[in-house]
């Protein structure tokens, strides 16, 4: 059995460093949201907490699905990259994909300040060079497929987008033969099916997406961004149906069902169990939440 750990939307506060001419535009509507609101929902102690249980946790690979940062400064990704440093997790046994809080500002996206700061956790085995993304990780039965569906929107939206370009390089990865051999993980931040709307907060060429997948095929798609568990199924080749999943944010200090969470894929076969383990109040630890087989897919 493969254990495959996926932990999502960090959204780490760092404001170490930064200039005041880092505050400008969409960031500094970004900066006065973080210190109105997200100050009190996405909570440091319980990231660290989470730490704290993953650490003790067997698993076989992490993946982090985005959005570290809040508003894409270097000190916020080098505050999740120590974070991820101190569960122990190596670079090989794990892989970072941006999120949209972490394609901020059209600028930094350029820089490649980002793949710079984690190029250790996305050393791919295969790479349509001289692209970044997508690129595969292979690791024993499992081949991670991993996407960036994050742009500078500029309107302050949370949409995202692969475009024309990517998509074709998703659906060559996921062809290729090492890749198809094994089970396929297609890791993106976005969504590729809307759970909440409204649009200008959802992956704008998802339709396009659902047609890479049904011609090409993939054992199992997860996600992060709406911060909550969800569960979904895309078509694929010959009457297959691809599960989905959304994992809920690391660091969110809600209602149990949207607290502090993360989730372990166990993947024995064709049967994929997603566990998800959750932030617990009363003891100040993790607790299992929720246990699902959400492959074979029965109807
Ligand atoms: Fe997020
Ligand atoms: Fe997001």
């Known amino acids: 059995m493969f254990r495959l750990a996926h932990v999502t939307d960090l959204h780490v506060r760092n404001f ?4 005041l001419r880092d505050f400008f535009g969409k960031r500094a509507i970004g900066a006065l949201n973080l210190a109105l609101i997200r100050r009190r929902k996405h909570r ?28 894409s400064l270097s000190s916020e990704w080098r505050a999740a990259r120590s974070w991820i440093e101190r569960i122990g997790a190596s670079t090989e046994n794990t892989t970072v994909i941006p999120g949209n809080h972490d394609a ?3 600028e930094v996206v350029v820089s490649g300040a980002f793949e710079q700061l984690f190029a250790a956790f996305q050393s791919a085995d295969l790479r349509l060079e001289p692209d970044t993304y997508p690129f595969a990780r292979l690791r024993g039965e499992i081949a991670l497929v991993c996407a960036n569906s994050c742009v500078p929107t500029g309107d302050l939206g949370a949409w995202g987008r692969l475009g024309e370009a990517q998509l074709r390089r998703v659906e060559a990865l996921l062809a290729a033969p090492e890749v198809r051999a094994r089970f396929r993980v297609l890791v993106i931040h976005h969504p590729p099916v809307m759970h909440r709307p409204p649009e200008n907060r959802n992956l704008r060429d998802r339709a396009q997406l659902a047609e890479v997948l049904a011609r090409v095929g993939a054992e199992l798609v997860v996600h992060g961004h709406d911060h909550r568990d969800e569960f979904a199924e895309l078509a694929g080749p010959e009457g297959r149906r691809i599960p989905v999943v959304g994992a809920g944010s690391a660091s969110y200090a809600g209602t149990t069902d949207r607290c502090s969470r993360y989730n372990i894929y166990e993947i024995d076969g064709a049967r994929v169990d997603v566990v998800t383990y959750a932030h617990d109040s009363a003891s100040g630890g993790f607790r299992e939440f929720r246990r699902r087989t959400i492959a074979p897919i029965v109807s």
């Open 16 to 19: 170490a460093g930064a200039r």
């Open 44 to 71: 440091p102690e319980l990231l660290e907490a989470l730490g704290d249980d993953l650490r003790a946790r067997a698993h076989d690979h992490l993946v982090v699905s985005g959005d570290l940062g809040n508003v």
């Open 104 to 106: 901020y500002v059209q």
